[in-house]
């Protein structure tokens, strides 16, 4: 509504039909979960249908200004499938243990979805769409839940071995090979193809998930500083190599160049620093900034500069604060759970997020170099928003695990003897189950 007042004078048109459609959604959602998983952190399907829903008014508000170019219908459509694959992903999935026997599986397949795009051209630089019969899709989206499922179920599987055994070199214990081996070497196949398919983004993303997972999983610093060092030589050289890398870091480096010079005009990343700037502390106001000089990544890549540039310091930093709030319930539930399959997979799914935020706000603000990736739920995407979705539903399995298990306190309302709670589908669990569904 805000936006409609602010470009055109008047109420939207179909606002109030597209805001009972998502109330619906989320009505429906809300029971789903209560349904099936009633201890789930209470946190996390809320924030997610609020980064979803300002995703929306975002996409549409810049859809104003590109007459002939909407894509605010279109990622409805793709957010309604989202949120009808997590409320079967909930419905469907009664306990998490259970992906731990597809883990190879999921491997296979997550290999296979990063291979397929290289037969295809190549969209602005780079190797990652798959187009068929006017629709496209991203398959590395997808890859990176099913490889966070695989390094989560072998890394639990040999965690002693990794943290307890091999040779010690300095402060760092290096694991014995048969038990290192296989899972760096697909690590090593997934990041080769996605680097032939120029995705430097997806392919830091996968770096970051399995170094932050080896360290969950053995416990030592000495991997995370050996996982800095990595990224650093591996972008130096990748940088030295690759036209369409290195394009990037000149253009990191020297943001301005084409301004100064008064020849090329302002790249991307120079209109977007202008964006940041223009919001200041409160924003101009939703439909009041000029997003649209970035060009045709606005809506996706850079539509954390319409925020910074219409919701200022004040909607950014609130913004921040939802991602690190649903980031938070995924570690929280890590470190709450028990099975070591399940205490992975969460940090897993909450460190894909994380890296995800880090990686595009660093690469719009200049901290980094742009990497091309899609804000979780924000920017414009279907592969994206769905990924995002089913993320959300195995959060919300794992946090209603790690929260109905034995020992847990009990929540306000909730009535018993002390100590009488137990693991769903126990006979405490299932007691619990049935007041909470009463």
Not at 351 to 364: E, N, P, R, S, T
Request: glycine share 14%.
């Amino acid at each position: 509504m805000a936006v409609g007042f602010a470009v055109h004078g008047a109420f939207p048109r179909d606002a109030a039909r597209y805001g009972s459609g998502l109330g619906a959604l989320a009505l429906a959602a809300h029971l789903t979960v209560r349904l099936r998983a009633p201890y789930a952190d209470p946190l996390v399907l809320p924030i997610a249908f609020l980064l979803n829903g300002l995703g929306l008014v975002l996409i549409y508000r810049l859809d104003l200004a590109t007459p002939g170019a909407s894509a605010a219908p279109t990622q409805l459509v793709w957010s309604t499938l989202g949120m009808a694959l997590f409320m079967a992903a909930v419905l469907s999935l009664r306990d998490h243990r259970a992906l731990q026997r597809y883990a190879y599986v999921c491997v296979a397949t997550a290999l296979a979805l990063l291979t397929v795009p290289v037969f295809f051209p190549a969209v602005n630089g780079a190797k990652i769409w798959v187009r068929f019969a006017g629709l496209s899709f991203q398959p590395g989206e997808f890859a990176k839940v099913l490889l966070a499922v695989f390094f989560a179920a072998y890394l639990a599987a040999g965690r002693h071995a990794l943290a307890y055994l091999g040779r010690t070199i300095g402060p760092l214990r290096l694991p014995p090979g048969r038990v290192l081996g296989p899972v760096v070497a697909i690590w090593l196949v997934s990041v080769g193809v996605l680097v032939l398919e120029r995705d430097l983004g997806t392919s830091i993303l996968f770096f970051g998930l399995f170094v932050v997972l080896l360290y969950v999983a053995t416990g030592r610093l000495g991997w995370i500083a050996v996982g800095l060092l990595l990224v650093a030589a591996g972008a130096v050289a990748v940088a030295s190599v690759e036209p369409h890398v290195n394009e990037r870091v000149r253009d990191w480096l020297h943001p301005f160049a084409g301004t100064e010079s008064g020849g090329g005009g302002a790249n991307q990343l120079a209109q977007s620093l202008f964006a940041f700037a223009a919001g200041g502390v409160l924003g101009t106001g939703l439909g009041e900034g000029h997003s649209s000089l970035i060009g045709f990544a606005m809506k996706s890549d850079f539509i954390l500069a319409t925020v910074g540039e219409e919701l200022g310091l004040a909607g950014l930093t609130a913004l921040f604060l939802l991602y690190a709030l649903l980031i938070a319930c995924g570690f929280r539930t890590a470190l709450v759970l028990r099975d070591p399959f399940g205490r992975l997979l969460a940090a897993g799914l909450a460190a894909i997020l994380a890296l995800q935020v880090f990686v595009i706000a660093g690469g719009v603000t200049g901290l980094i170099p742009l990497t091309g990736m899609p804000m979780p739920f924000l920017a414009q995407g279907g592969s994206s928003v769905i990924t995002n979705w089913i993320i959300v539903a195995l959060l919300v399995r794992l946090s209603d695990s790690a929260r109905g298990q034995p020992g847990q306190p009990e929540r306000p309302g909730e009535t018993g003897r002390p100590g009488a709670s137990g693991r769903p589908g126990g006979r405490a669990g299932r007691s619990r189950r049935s007041a909470a569904a009463a």
